[in-house]
């Protein structure tokens, strides 16, 4: 049942299965229940080794694995459980207390004056009774602007905080910051003033994470120093050390529409082209067992001392923990399953902490390793040449698309974008890619210093090169949008295809051909319900307005915020996006505007059938009389308008109020208008309002 060359293949799926479900459904009472489930089943295996002979175990091979799958699935739900601080019972959230003591557990992110970092909680204070706490929470502090504060990672200070619960997305498409924060078991954020913190003078951070912190800040200080362009010095900051510059909309999205993005973040392939040329150098060790093992620690050594110039940044200790693992088991072990030990190395990871199964990176690095295992040697046999060059430039091809094929569903389904010239952007960004991985390192080592405007004149010709392929034509397809069906089909029929054209079988083919037809079911549907799509959006903004009247591939986006204001980008951008539109023409409320079906006039909007009463600035101390019938009015502009003053004639079924309101006047107008038995939406903390107007 279980081979022994893949043991952590077979329980690793168990135990992501675990932490999968156990992750939505956290509670204290399924910890007391796998605990015990775990122990009869701990046991139950350990009577049948020892009873293995007397019952003849072995006929039962069946039994024997399920209940391993179930131990594994047990011990993947129960570590999941276990790392959900929120569970914990001295959980900070749930103590209310009035000031926490608190440290600073990561680099903090600094933008003009405000700075976020993640606060470790230790204490807490309440009625002068202190008790201590567990959890973290996303700080953001306005700095104070004549005399900021310097925050450090490990800084331990005194805060008083008002702590909020992390808000879910309110708009569709909108991305969901509280998923992405609570797989790095953050649930609640603050926002506090500089004077609200009293500094302990104490620094309790981790001092190997301390110490590779420190190291990095001043290898960017050096960058800075050496490099004069502001986006090469972006780059090689971004490239070598894995330090958040600031890079330009343009250079991110040339990496991004050829394929070549992942060179910008500090991962596994920055950390693999540094084994392979420190593999290449000690081959010389290649000896025998003995000089095999002096060689991995010295590579591991390396290794780790990059990961400690990046300043430890999550991505690369994966990948320098899954290298390690790998190269280790190729020496110690005469057959090494490379599965297996992809496997293993998942394992350890997820082991220590489980919510890593969230991590984008983490994903894609190891579909990505798993193609390069398993698909690349399959395309690469596919052609043979004698010529030592050609030879070299197809392993290099075959390598890309190996690793391009897996990941291409999970790419569009985050990314909703494929580049279509990623072989070409690839194999040119291999070269200088290497070049600058070294150069970058070599530069930050006293006396050479001369090579750094060959190492900017490389980064600004790479980034020059990209930028002309993502501008060729078709140089990539954005706004591919599917759901979590549609991206299972596709993964299904991809990996079913795949493995049908390598083992010859007709049925499997048959069925992978039949799972994409499926998905091209499925496509069709959403294209044509995207043609036929008749809907108003009402977006739920902070402090804003915002209403997408769209008719098929056109909207009229009614706002007061611009295309290039952060807030469209993050709340109104990905909807629009994800509906494929087209053509968006944006207005605001100060212009009477005729567009196609749709009509401002008079304080009225008329778009099809659907009819909304603006009230706004230009109604207030007036009154509505008449005799008309609308599907809405719309409260804008902190309105003060006398509700009792629209005449009985004027009726609606629906009261928008939007976010340009203050908080008082929505209570006030949404008490009134309950009153009346009318239905009320507000667009501010609350999920987007949205009007279909064709099924």
Known sequence: ?????????????????????????????????????????????????????????????????????????????????????????????????????????????????????????????????????????????????????????????????????????????????????????IYHQAFINQDHIVSTKNNVGNRVIKTALNIREKQVAKYRTLIKSDEAFAVASTLILGYRADLSKETLSAYSNTGTIHALSVSGAHVAIIYFVLDFMFFFLNKNRALRMIKILIVCTLIWAYALLTGLSPSVVRSAIMISILITAKVLSKKTNSYNVLAFSAFCQLVYNPFLIWDVGFQLSYLAVFGLIYLQPKIYNLLYTEHNWIDKLWSFVSMSLAAQIVTFPLSIYYFHLFPLYFLFANLFITIPLILMMYLGIVVL???????????????????????????????????????????????????????????????????????????????????????????????????????????????????????????????????????????????????????????????QIAFFHYRILLIDENLNNKKINGDATFSSIWLNGNTKFNLTKIDTGIRYKTAIIDATNKDYKIQILKKYIENNDIDVQVLKKNKAYLVQLTQ
């Open 1 to 185: 049942m279980f081979k022994t060359e893949y043991v952590f293949v077979r329980i690793l799926f168990p135990f992501i299965l675990g932490i999968y479900i156990f992750y939505f459904f956290p509670a204290l009472v399924y910890i007391k229940w796998l605990t015990l489930t775990l122990s009869v089943i701990l046991l139950s295996i350990l009577f049948l080794n020892v009873t293995y002979k007397r019952f003849n175990v072995y006929r039962y091979k069946g039994a024997v694995g399920i209940l391993i799958y179930i131990l594994f699935f047990s011990l993947g739900g129960l570590f999941c459980l276990l790392n959900n601080e929120s569970l914990n019972q001295g959980y900070f959230a749930k103590a209310g207390c009035d000031y926490l003591k608190v440290w600073i557990n990561n680099e903090p992110q600094q933008n003009s004056n405000i700075v976020r970092f993640k606060a470790k909680v230790l204490t807490g204070y309440k009625k002068n009774k202190q008790m201590s706490l567990s959890g973290q929470m996303l700080l953001t502090v306005k700095l104070d602007s004549l005399n900021p504060i310097k925050l450090k990672y490990g800084d331990e200070m005194m805060i008083s905080v008002k702590y909020t619960e992390v808000e879910p997305p309110y708009n569709p498409a909108e991305f969901d910051f509280k998923a992405w924060l609570g797989s790095q078991n």
């Open 445 to 603: 080592i006293p006396s050479f210093g001369f090579l750094a405007p060959v190492f900017e004149w490389i980064i600004n010709f790479t980034n020059a090169t990209l930028k002309w392929i993502a501008d060729l034509p078709y140089a990539s397809l954005s706004s591919i949008w599917i759901n979590l069906p549609e991206f299972s089909l596709l993964s299904l029929s991809l990996g079913l295809f795949i493995y049908a054209l390598t083992k010859f079988n007709k049925q499997l083919l048959f069925s992978s051909l039949l799972l994409f037809v499926c998905y091209q079911l499925l496509i069709v549907r959403d294209d044509l319900k995207i043609f036929n799509q008749r809907k108003i959006i009402f977006f739920s903004l902070r402090k804003n307005y915002a209403a997408a009247f769209i008719n098929g591939k056109e909207a009229v986006l009614v706002s007061d915020l611009s295309s290039e204001d952060k807030n469209y980008s993050f709340s109104i951008q990905p909807a629009l996006t994800q509906l494929q539109l087209k053509k968006i023409s944006i207005i605001d409320f100060k212009k009477d505007t005729v567009l196609g079906q749709f009509v401002l006039k008079n304080n």
